[in-house]
């Protein structure tokens, strides 16, 4: 049965390509590529965009709602986050029990007081400097035997530090039956004030804490231009006063004369809006809310813009597809001339000729046969690429031997001889210290070495600078004896050193030392050099580190050793700049453990 279902369906199979052969005997390639373009892209994507559109259409909406609304729960838990700070700080302090015994209690001498306004201004303030947009923080009390003292302690009197009477204010709040309240002030509605009563665990009053907080610090970053201008945004209290708002003229309303009561009623039914608007409320743990207010009507106007653009989008790539199906048509022509165009050149001795091969079709096995008569010239073009490599690394090679070692050294030995003559001892110094300084630095066969001759390079280098500088710079080595017969780059501690001299103003100060230190640690050298010479400036210090040496004296060096360190050690190399100005530089540098010579990294990006 299986057998007669494939036969019955390659039956069918065949008469179908037959029938379209007949159909499409008497069309050219490019009305036959344009029928099936048509039939197979052009008509279903004109289906399917009409319909996407449509479906579209009506789920955006629910989208976009369904987006405003986690936008508000999200905002809604910042805020009460937010407020839980403000308000932890001010319940700590009111039920801190320290203080409440110390409000609490009769005074009799002044000494007595002043320690408890030594307490409440040392203990107190502390908690508030981790919160942003505090202005003022007072405890108010009305215990007669116990001063104010204008910081912390304050008693209600006749001031108006927020637009209402301390008195008023005083009385409001212990009249209020809430512990914890916030609200507006009266002169500034961009001013929050936060009460709350003093109450020792039997519920007696002594008191009422006062904060007054900057309201752009506190909630100005939540409703700066809200849902991208699509809706405003409110907070509004259990009694229906509107905190903080998108709409600065709405703070401090109440609810029943602001823009925003005759949505309340009709809260989080996103499926009637009201004049184009849908108020979505978010409730807080406290009583306060959330209320966002979305302007729907422009909503649909994006959603509108969308579909138009979706639309044009579509037609585009249309075209666009009707302009590449055309190019393949041209592209069939355009590769039998350029391989017609190929051959000619060969026939005339023109050899170092390709042709692109990206297709499997005839052309393509044309210009597989066509590309392997011309691999010969490939290859003789590659050698000739390798042969122009070679010639610049020896051009490069005889630029570095520009400067001969043996006629330095032969120089240095015949001064050597003439001081020896002369019985020179200070001239003696000098030429030894040279001719082993310059015995690795002209080296130029070689790039690396082992830090023991790294080291004994630097020690040369020193004792030439003390003979310059007799007695000014103390040197201090730490050097671990099993670090010295491992390998580094060569010409890394000496222009590190070099600089200290040359722009660390290391002559000049008192005490002057240079430290330098060499030490394993596991699989890792750490080389570091430190002076306290003059340091640099934090501006200089931050182009230093970042490569960027314009406007500095020195870095030249330091960029060098950078290089080196990526060629031969990759990441693993790194070097690290600290200084201070006026106190001193310490260079740090990290490379890998190397028991063998290291090799230049290639194929890394280098």
Same mark, same amino acid.
């Given at each position: 049965?299986?057998?007669?279902?494939?036969?019955?369906?390659?039956?069918?199979?065949?008469?179908?390509?037959?029938?379209?052969?007949?159909?499409?005997?008497?069309?050219?390639?490019?009305?036959?590529?344009?029928?099936?373009?048509?039939?197979?892209?052009?008509?279903?994507?004109?289906?399917?965009?009409?319909?996407?559109?449509?479906?579209?259409?009506?789920?955006?909406?629910?989208?976009? =709602?369904?987006?405003?609304?986690?936008?508000?729960?999200?905002?809604?838990?910042?805020?009460?986050?937010?407020?839980?700070?403000?308000?932890?700080?001010?319940?700590?302090?009111?039920?801190?029990?320290?203080?409440?015994?110390?409000?609490?209690?009769?005074?009799?001498?002044?000494?007595?007081?002043?320690?408890?306004?030594?307490? #409440?201004?040392?203990?107190?303030?502390?908690?508030?400097?981790?919160?942003?947009?505090?202005?003022?923080?007072?405890?108010?009390?009305?215990?007669?035997?116990?001063?104010?003292?204008?910081?912390?302690?304050?008693?209600?009197?006749?001031?108006?530090?927020?637009?209402?009477?301390?008195?008023?204010?005083?009385?409001?709040?212990?009249?209020?039956?809430?512990?914890?309240?916030?609200?507006?002030?009266?002169?500034?509605?961009?001013?929050?004030?936060?009460?709350?009563?003093?109450?020792?665990?039997?519920?007696?009053?002594?008191?009422?804490?006062?904060?007054?907080?900057?309201?752009?610090?506190?909630?100005?970053?939540?409703?700066?231009?809200?849902?991208?201008?699509?809706?405003?945004?409110?907070?509004?209290?259990?009694?229906?006063?509107?905190?903080?708002?998108?709409?600065?003229?709405?703070?401090?309303?109440?609810?029943?004369?602001?823009?925003?009561?005759?949505?309340?009623?009709?809260?989080?039914?996103?499926?009637?809006?009201?004049?184009?608007?849908?108020?979505?409320?978010?409730?807080?743990?406290?009583?306060?809310?959330?209320?966002?207010?979305?302007?729907?009507?422009?909503?649909?106007?994006?959603?509108?813009?969308?579909?138009?653009?979706?639309?044009?989008?579509?037609?585009?790539?249309?075209?666009?597809?009707?302009?590449?199906?055309?190019?393949? =048509?041209?592209?069939?022509?355009?590769?039998?001339?350029?391989?017609?165009?190929?051959?000619?050149?060969?026939?005339?001795?023109?050899?170092?000729?390709?042709?692109?091969?990206?297709?499997?079709?005839?052309?393509?096995?044309?210009?597989?046969?066509?590309?392997?008569?011309?691999?010969?010239?490939?290859?003789?073009?590659?050698?000739?690429?390798?042969?122009?490599?070679?010639?610049?690394?020896?051009?490069?090679?005889?630029?570095?031997?520009?400067?001969?070692?043996?006629?330095?050294?032969?120089?240095?030995?015949?001064?050597?001889?003439?001081?020896?003559?002369?019985?020179?001892?200070?001239?003696?110094?000098?030429?030894?210290?040279?001719?082993?300084?310059?015995?690795?630095?002209?080296?130029?066969?070689?790039?690396?070495?082992?830090?023991?001759?790294?080291?004994?390079?630097?020690?040369?280098?020193?004792?030439?600078?003390?003979?310059?500088?007799?007695?000014?710079?103390?040197?201090?080595?730490?050097?671990?004896?099993?670090?010295?017969?491992?390998?580094?780059?060569?010409?890394?501690?000496?222009?590190?050193?070099?600089?200290?001299y040359l722009h660390g103003g290391i002559t000049s100060r008192p005490d002057a030392i240079i430290r330098i230190a060499i030490r394993r640690e596991?699989?890792?050298?750490?080389?570091?050099?430190?002076?306290?010479?003059?340091?640099?400036?934090?501006?200089?210090?931050?182009?230093?580190?970042?490569?960027?040496?314009?406007?500095?004296?020195?870095?030249?060096?330091?960029?060098?050793?950078?290089?080196?360190?990526?060629?031969?050690?990759?990441?693993?190399?790194?070097?690290?700049?600290?200084? #201070?100005?006026?106190?001193?530089?310490?260079?740090?540098?990290?490379?890998?453990?190397?028991?063998?010579?290291?090799?230049?990294?290639?194929?890394?990006?280098?």
């Amino acid at each position: 049965m299986l057998q007669q279902g494939r036969g019955i369906a390659v039956t069918l199979k065949q008469s179908l390509e037959k029938w379209i052969v007949r159909a499409t005997r008497s069309m050219q390639l490019r009305g036959k590529i344009v029928l099936f373009y048509g039939l197979i892209v052009f008509i279903p994507t004109v289906l399917l965009a009409v319909g996407a559109g449509l479906l579209t259409f009506h789920s955006v909406r629910d989208n976009y =709602l369904l987006t405003i609304k986690e936008a508000v729960r999200q905002t809604a838990q910042s805020i009460d986050f937010r407020k839980q700070s403000y308000d932890l700080l001010a319940t700590r302090t009111a039920t801190d029990g320290e203080l409440v015994s110390r409000l609490s209690r009769d005074y009799t001498d002044m000494l007595e007081q002043l320690e408890t306004v030594n307490y #409440v201004d040392r203990s107190l303030p502390l908690t508030a400097k981790y919160l942003p947009g505090i202005e003022d923080f007072r405890i108010y009390h009305t215990n007669d035997s116990l001063v104010q003292d204008g910081g912390m302690l304050w008693k209600p009197e006749d001031r108006m530090p927020a637009g209402i009477r301390e008195n008023d204010w005083y009385e409001q709040t212990l009249a209020s039956p809430d512990i914890l309240s916030w609200s507006n002030a009266r002169n500034d509605p961009r001013k929050l004030i936060v009460s709350c009563k003093i109450m020792d665990r039997y519920a007696r009053i002594y008191g009422v804490i006062y904060l007054l907080l900057d309201y752009n610090d506190v909630f100005a970053e939540l409703f700066n231009h809200p849902f991208s201008g699509a809706g405003d945004l409110y907070i509004v209290d259990k009694n229906e006063h509107i905190i903080a708002s998108s709409e600065s003229s709405e703070i401090g309303n109440r609810l029943s004369s602001s823009s925003l009561e005759s949505y309340w009623a009709h809260q989080n039914q996103v499926s009637a809006p009201i004049n184009g608007k849908v108020l979505i409320v978010q409730k807080l743990s406290d009583g306060w809310s959330v209320a966002a207010l979305v302007h729907i009507d422009q909503m649909e106007e994006q959603t509108k813009r969308i579909y138009y653009t979706v639309g044009i989008g579509i037609a585009f790539f249309l075209l666009i597809s009707i302009f590449l199906v055309m190019t393949v =048509l041209k592209n069939v022509v355009r590769r039998i001339r350029k391989l017609g165009h190929r051959m000619t050149d060969i026939s005339q001795g023109v050899f170092d000729v390709t042709v692109k091969n990206r297709d499997r079709d005839e052309l393509g096995e044309l210009e597989v046969l066509f590309n392997s008569m011309s691999s010969r010239l490939g290859r003789l073009v590659e050698e000739n690429t390798q042969a122009n490599l070679m010639e610049r690394e020896q051009s490069f090679k005889a630029l570095q031997a520009q400067i001969n070692p043996h006629f330095i050294y032969n120089s240095l030995s015949l001064i050597r001889w003439r001081a020896m003559d002369l019985q020179d001892e200070m001239q003696l110094r000098t030429i030894d210290a040279l001719t082993t300084f310059y015995r690795l630095a002209l080296n130029n066969r070689v790039n690396a070495t082992r830090i023991r001759d790294e080291v004994e390079h630097l020690k040369a280098y020193l004792e030439i600078q003390e003979l310059r500088y007799p007695g000014r710079v103390g040197v201090r080595w730490e050097i671990e004896d099993d670090t010295l017969e491992l390998y580094t780059i060569k010409l890394l501690l000496q222009p590190i050193v070099e600089n200290c001299y040359l722009h660390g103003g290391i002559t000049s100060r008192p005490d002057a030392i240079i430290r330098i230190a060499i030490r394993r640690e596991e699989e890792t050298v750490h080389f570091s050099v430190s002076d306290n010479g003059k340091g640099m400036k934090p501006d200089v210090l931050e182009r230093v580190r970042a490569g960027s040496y314009e406007g500095t004296n020195n870095g030249f060096g330091m960029n060098n050793i950078r290089e080196r360190l990526l060629l031969y050690f990759g990441p693993e190399g790194r070097l690290d700049v600290d200084s #201070v100005w006026n106190e001193g530089t310490t260079v740090s540098i990290r490379i890998p453990v190397c028991e063998e010579r290291p090799e230049l990294r290639r194929g890394e990006g280098i």
